[in-house]
């Protein structure tokens, strides 16, 4: 016998350890028998979770694997509408993909009970009438759309409160979907803070003929500035107004950093200006000549304007170069350094030519490259535009 050399108590419990799992093995087949036949066998289900749900899911190819991760507990809730949801999506022009996307992303969506779907359908529909645009906004935003019934109430009023403005309906869009939070709660919260913008505007010298354009530009570039307390604005333009920046200077800054001003607070920019200004080795009104040039500047703490300092001096960047050019700063030093590794290709030398070059956005430096570029390509006999070698 194979096992005939061990003692009899070993051997005992050996056989017993077997039928324990031989138990084990036929409870584990009963139940998997039990299991619905249509029930695919990449389908695992705990005891907790919500069946239907799951084979909903299932056959419309979400993905079920990063629903678990993230937000497994929606699988255990009942009663849930997948279909409903997928339906309605579907009956706005969505494909499957989008859909399967949609729901993997917000399965929240399939505990929202059908009339609460369709009156938040009614009311986006409101300001977005073309249902593939509200498609697209709702698969990038699916958590502004499936909402809570209890601020469908607050939604319906902030609509109307911000066309009465004569806000255009793309930008209200807009606001509904990058900042919800600003039209679940009561409408007044949301006049305070824009009665505050429109009082800065006037008592800036802004136009009243430009106020809606400017408001409205404000809102689109910064949804976010509702949420705001209306006193961080006051006490950053008296900060600033504190500095020596007139009533033009600060309109044109609060204009500049589209609604940012209320991210910053006097102390973040106290210390910002008083490391600038150190760093540069700059007067007081060189400093506010920088700041009108370059707002931005601002919005960075010592320590990133410590590391964007000294990576643009070891390059061999000098002080002035960089007081003459201060959006430079906007650049993280891995932007920085891979333009500046891209110029020098092109015989272009940041140590001695002007940094603008060097700054602004993707799209701008690729301009400025594309000219350099077709600098070097120009050939040799054309008059009028030589070829500029490299020193």
């Known amino acids: 016998m194979l096992f005939s050399h061990l003692p009899g108590d070993t051997l005992q419990n050996f056989a017993s350890m077997l039928r324990l799992i031989a138990t084990s093995l036929c409870l584990r087949c009963q139940c998997a028998t039990a299991l619905p036949l249509h029930l695919r066998p990449c389908v695992t289900l705990s005891s907790a979770e919500n069946q239907q749900t799951v084979e909903a899911l299932y056959d419309l190819s979400v993905d079920l694997q990063k629903v678990r991760k993230l937000k497994g507990w929606v699988l255990h809730q009942s009663p849930a509408y997948t279909k409903e949801v997928a339906d309605m999506l579907k009956d706005m022009g969505a494909s499957g993909s989008i859909i399967a996307r949609i729901l993997a992303d917000h399965p929240e969506a399939v505990l929202c009970p059908p009339e609460q779907m369709q009156a938040q359908r009614k009311l986006w529909m409101s300001v977005c009438p073309k249902q593939n645009e509200l498609v697209g906004i709702i698969e990038k935003f699916p958590a502004a759309f499936f909402t809570s019934s ?3 109430d607050n939604q319906w009023n902030n609509i109307a409160y911000f066309q009465s403005l004569n806000l255009n309906k793309r930008i209200i869009t807009k606001l509904m979907a990058s900042a919800p939070q600003s039209f679940s709660r009561q409408v007044e919260q949301n006049e305070v803070m824009v009665r505050t913008l429109q009082q800065a505007y006037q008592e800036l010298g802004g136009e009243e003929a430009n106020m809606k354009t400017w408001l409205q530009k404000l809102l689109s570039q910064n949804p976010f500035v509702l949420l705001k307390p209306p006193e961080v604005l006051r006490q950053n333009l008296l900060f600033l107004r504190d500095k020596g920046f007139n009533t033009a200077e600060l309109l044109r800054l609060l204009s500049k950093l589209r609604g940012y001003v209320t991210e910053l607070n006097p102390d973040s920019m106290r210390r910002t200006l008083a490391y600038s200004q150190d760093t540069m080795g700059c007067s007081e009104t060189e400093l506010r000549d920088m700041i009108l040039n370059c707002p931005a500047l ?7 304007l410590a590391e964007r300092f000294e990576s643009l001096l070891s390059a061999g960047i000098s002080m002035s170069q960089i007081t003459e050019t201060p959006s430079v700063l906007e650049l ?13 290709v092109h015989g272009y030398d940041v140590r001695t030519g002007s940094l603008e070059v060097l700054s602004g956005t993707k799209k701008d430096f690729e301009m400025s490259y594309g000219k350099l570029q077709l600098r070097r390509e120009r050939p040799l006999f054309n008059p009028v535009a030589p070829l500029i070698g490299d020193d």
Request: proline share 4%; no cysteine.
């Open 298 to 304: 601002l919005t960075y703490p010592d320590d990133i």
């Open 332 to 344: 993280t030093t891995q932007i920085v350094n891979y333009r500046i590794q891209r110029l020098s």
């Open 150 to 152: 209890s601020h469908h």
